[in-house]
């Protein structure tokens, strides 16, 4: 198990002092004397090792998402820089944007909102391969090779398909496979399983792990669950409020949190077995407000350990055994 | 059992679709004893919230319940006229919605909305009506002072709860809860849980907790039904059908749960297949064409239930072989036969 700090080659991905900032509200909430700005994600650094997967973990609202659209791209970072293979992503533009869209993808939370229902599975397939300027006669057995490596059996048979005869799972993997067609080297997947049903959730995060081995994909794998992270990232990073809280192995965050949020995270995750604890959450109550984080630690309004330090000063991300921690504490 | 507040027998609800008939729940037995929680779950399309439906009577219009009873302290609900099925809801039985988001009239506070609960429904006069609305912000750990603030001025997790509020406003008896924690984050999830389990202790009521999640379950059901396919597969107290699930489709959802505390990056195992077309079910035993242990049987005879511990029930032609199954169940190789 590596972190990206230990791997000796370069990273794949460079996320240095990172932000997205949305502007929110008017004139009117600005006259209320309400702050407008939302930040989403703010001053998030971390490095990503060719071949790892690491999951983003944490609530709605906790920059998760935000986080996954700046390495795609699909948002500009208001500060700081995204850095892919070495170029910075903010930068790209053209026929540099062109290809590091196809190196490259996004897999879906909901398998139904992401192709167009109106388009066969063989033309959901095809698009991808058509934009890259794949000669058509050579479409096809990309195609198949594709719906193969996500394990769906047979793949001819769902060739000229339609979104709605397939199944959430069967669709979802689909989604992978167009997601997969053009041998990206990073892949974001965003909740992928939320949408699924328990007992297919599982074929659809083995199939996920298996064609990350053997493609040596570079993977984020956003959620908020926490059992579900650990089985397809070997590390994992806590954000809250836009904000890193705690990155390391995945393994030592289950055992041993060490951020009093992540703490909570942990003991908040329900197991499928009666024996278990019943104990209030170490949290308070009371959900985060983007718009007017608390000064200092944004945890610490919540925080059963907050201390006077903690209003004043910001905490940064310092080094503790494996993995690194934004606490006073450490 | 005599002390049921609540017993379902043989139910059967079917849905008219174009020139068909599809049996969403067919024949589902369970009770509700009196102050417990059951949590009725299973995958989407088992029929689960079809029966939630059911038991209140508010039902899609082109569904019927076509068969089997609903007792209600005696009472069945399936043949109760209109009119008394109205004075039943919410003040004996109050349901809980899904999301919370939707069932709450956006443009009206919710204090207006719980007041429409109070004085239509519960005769409560306007002074009266206030002191509960208080009372009820009170009991789900909301400030009073947030009564006038409208839907979207709550976050999800005290949107749920006002929605519980709204439940609670006349004292049920029975409450039914469809998935009432899905939509949020593990931390709310929790604190909602928490404060469900509080209020059903402290108020003796009854809840029917639907969900496809079996940890929610776990955490604060005293009693399981396992539906699968329009049918119950297994039910019983919670911890010997979790812990000793003698259906294989509920030793199956087990094995596809991601489990933290249990050993690292094992494999996940899913269960093949996808529910059957309720519309041409298979015959015999709906698991059948998924199950790992079927025998002949299986695909021509419906399983009889099988009372494998008293008050534990599986519909299961090998119920008997239970013990042996589970083992067996619990190895990844037994699932990965081709459906």
């Known amino acids: ?330 | 059992m005599t002390d049921a507040l609540l017993s379902v027998r043989d139910l059967k609800v079917s849905y008219k679709v174009g020139r068909i008939s599809i049996d969403a729940v067919d024949g589902a037995s369970f009770e509700v004893p009196k102050s417990t929680i059951v949590g009725l779950v299973g995958e989407s399309g088992c029929g689960k919230t079809t029966v939630a439906r059911a038991l209140t009577r508010v039902m899609a219009d082109n569904a019927t319940i076509s068969g089997g009873q609903m007792l209600f302290e005696g009472r069945d609900l399936v043949t109760l006229s209109q009119r008394d099925m109205n004075a039943l809801r919410w003040r004996d039985i109050a349901f809980i919605p899904q999301s919370a988001m939707n069932s709450l009239d956006p443009v009206y506070t919710v204090e207006y909305q719980l007041n429409e609960v109070l004085r239509r429904r519960g005769g409560l006069d306007r002074k009266q009506a206030r002191m509960r609305c208080e009372e009820l912000f009170e009991l789900v750990g909301i400030e009073a002072g947030r009564l006038r603030d409208f839907p979207h001025q709550f976050s999800g997790g005290m949107r749920q709860r006002v929605a519980i509020a709204l439940a609670l406003a006349l004292n049920p008896k029975l409450v039914i809860a469809d998935e009432p924690v899905t939509a949020l984050d593990v931390i709310v999830q929790r604190q909602i849980l928490d404060q469900l389990r509080e209020l059903q202790q402290q108020l003796g009521i009854s809840v029917i907790l639907v969900t496809h999640d079996i940890s929610v379950v776990a955490y604060i059901c005293d009693r399981t039904v396992v539906m699968y396919a329009g049918r119950v597969a297994e039910q019983g107290q919670m911890d010997a059908t979790l812990t000793r699930p003698s259906h294989p489709y509920t030793m199956g959802l087990r094995n596809a749960f991601p489990d933290l505390q249990g050993a690292a990056s094992g494999e996940l195992t899913p269960i093949n297949g996808a529910p059957p077309n309720l519309a041409s079910p298979p015959a015999g035993c709906r698991f059948a064409p998924r199950c790992p242990f079927v025998i002949a049987q299986c695909t021509s005879v419906v399983p009889p239930d099988v009372e494998v511990e008293p008050g534990h029930i599986a519909a299961c032609h090998r119920a008997g072989e239970a013990v042996a199954l589970r083992n067996q169940a619990a190895l990844t190789e037994t699932w990965m036969t081709e459906a």
């Not at chain 1, 700090?5 to 932000?19: F, G, T, W």
């Not at chain 1, 004139?27 to 790892?52: C, H, P, Q, T």
């Not at chain 1, 709605?60 to 390495?71: A, D, N, P, Y």
């Not at chain 1, 064609?211 to 794998?221: F, N, S």
């Open chain 1, 1 to 330: 198990m590596s972190t990206g700090a230990e791997n000796q080659a370069k990273p794949l991905i460079s996320v240095r002092d990172a932000s997205l900032h949305y502007k929110v509200g008017g004139a009117l909430s600005a006259l209320r004397g309400r702050s407008n700005v939302v930040k989403a994600v703010d001053g998030v650094s971390f490095e990503i090792a060719r071949g790892e997967s690491v999951g983003l973990l944490g609530e709605s609202g906790c920059g998760k998402t935000s986080m996954g659209r700046l390495l795609l791209k699909l948002e500009t970072a208001t500060g700081g820089e995204v850095m892919f293979d070495g170029a910075d992503v903010g930068k790209l533009s053209g026929e540099q944007l062109k290809s590091y869209r196809a190196r490259t993808q996004l897999i879906f939370q909901n398998p139904f909102d992401a192709v167009n229902p109106r388009f066969s599975i063989r033309a959901i397939l095809s698009e991808p391969l058509e934009n890259a300027g794949i000669a058509k006669s050579e479409r096809e057995t990309k195609i198949i090779a594709a719906l193969e490596l996500v394990r769906l059996p047979q793949p001819e048979q769902y060739l000229d398909r339609y979104p709605h005869q397939l199944s959430g799972g069967q669709l979802q993997r689909v989604v992978m496979a167009r997601a997969l067609i053009l041998q990206p080297e990073f892949v974001v997947a965003d909740e992928p399983v939320s949408m699924l049903d328990v007992s297919v959730r599982a074929g659809v995060l083995n199939v996920f792990r298996d064609v990350r081995d053997r493609l040596g994909l570079t993977a984020i794998y956003i959620s908020h669950d926490l059992a579900l992270v650990r089985y397809v990232c070997e590390r994992t990073i806590v954000m809250y409020l836009g904000k890193v809280m705690e990155d390391g192995p995945t393994e030592d965050i289950v055992h041993e949190p060490l951020h009093p949020y992540t703490k909570a995270l942990v003991a908040a995750v329900p197991v499928p077995h009666p024996d278990q604890s019943h104990d209030p959450l170490p949290i308070g109550k009371g959900a985060p407000d983007p718009r007017n984080p608390p000064s200092g630690c944004v945890f610490r309004d919540r925080c059963p350990a907050a201390f006077a330090r903690c209003a004043t000063e910001v905490p940064t991300l310092r080094q503790v055994g494996s993995r690194t921690v934004a606490c006073h504490l450490f």
